[in-house]
T-cell receptor, first 114, second 113 residues
Framework: NAGVTQTPKFQVLKTGQSMTLQCAQDMNHNSMYWYRQDPGMGLRLIYYSASEGTTDKGEVPNGYNVSRLNKREFSLRLESAAPSQTSVYFC?????????????FGPGTRLLVL | AQSVTQLDSQVPVFEEAPVELRCNYSSSVSVYLFWYVQYPNQGLQLLLKYLSGSTLVKGINGFEAEFNKSQTSFHLRKPSVHISDTAEYFCAVSMEYGNKLVFGAGTILRVKS
């Protein structure tokens, strides 16, 4: 099992450009999450998907959209990138989404917006 | 809103010395508590978690944590650290529908020889 995979690993964008971050898991998990990590702020939840076909906003959703393409894949889209979106983005998944379940994280995507 | 405070941004320690990384949370309801570790340029990996029962929780790599409800703390400890423990450690709490995690700011543990 590959676990949680993310593509690309690194990306440089110019302000105003768009891009989609891809995430896939092969653990048959129902719930998936997108976080961003910034120095001194830990990880903050952008969006999550409790199950296939549902998505909900997290703490910092502005400037992002998501798509739960199927049970395996959960993508994050930046429609018009801004320098404030320079960050490391992590995707995570968990089996059902019950409180206390372990979340499994991907290796991250490092995004630089110039 | 719930929050997690990690009291130290960096903790330098010599190899084979004990270490404690501090974590406090704010909540008036039952919580589920986690410690995750992030090695350089990698994703997060679960160290241990507290769901219920014994307040002393043992995790991987010799780490343990103690849940203290009265002090709303969940400090992480290791009696003897190794160079390979150098990493960033995150405390997190889960107490909402959907198992959403709220993370602390992280503590960088630097183990020196």
């Amino acid at each position: 099992n590959a676990g949680v995979t993310q593509t690309p690993k690194f990306q440089v964008l110019k302000t105003g450009q768009s891009m989609t971050l891809q995430c896939a898991q092969d653990m048959n998990h129902n719930s998936m999450y997108w976080y961003r990590q910034d120095p001194g702020m830990g990880l903050r939840l952008i969006y999550y998907s409790a199950s296939e076909g549902t998505t909900d906003k997290g703490e910092v959703p502005n400037g992002y959209n998501v798509s739960r393409l199927n049970k395996r894949e959960f993508s994050l889209r930046l429609e018009s990138a801004a320098p404030s979106q320079t960050s490391v983005y992590f995707c995570a998944s968990t089996q059902i989404g019950f409180l206390g379940e372990t979340q499994y994280f991907g290796p991250g995507t490092r995004l630089l917006v110039l | 809103a719930q929050s997690v405070t990690q009291l130290d941004s960096q903790v330098p320690v010599f190899e084979e010395a004990p270490v404690e990384l501090r974590c406090n949370y704010s909540s008036s309801v039952s919580v589920y508590l986690f410690w995750y570790v992030q090695y350089p340029n990698q994703g997060l990996q679960l160290l241990l978690k507290y769901l219920s029962g014994s307040t002393l929780v043992k995790g991987i790599n010799g780490f343990e944590a103690e849940f203290n409800k009265s002090q709303t703390s969940f400090h992480l400890r290791k009696p003897s650290v190794h160079i390979s423990d150098t990493a960033e450690y995150f405390c997190a709490v889960s107490m909402e529908y959907g198992n959403k995690l709220v993370f602390g700011a992280g503590t960088i543990l630097r183990v020196k020889s």
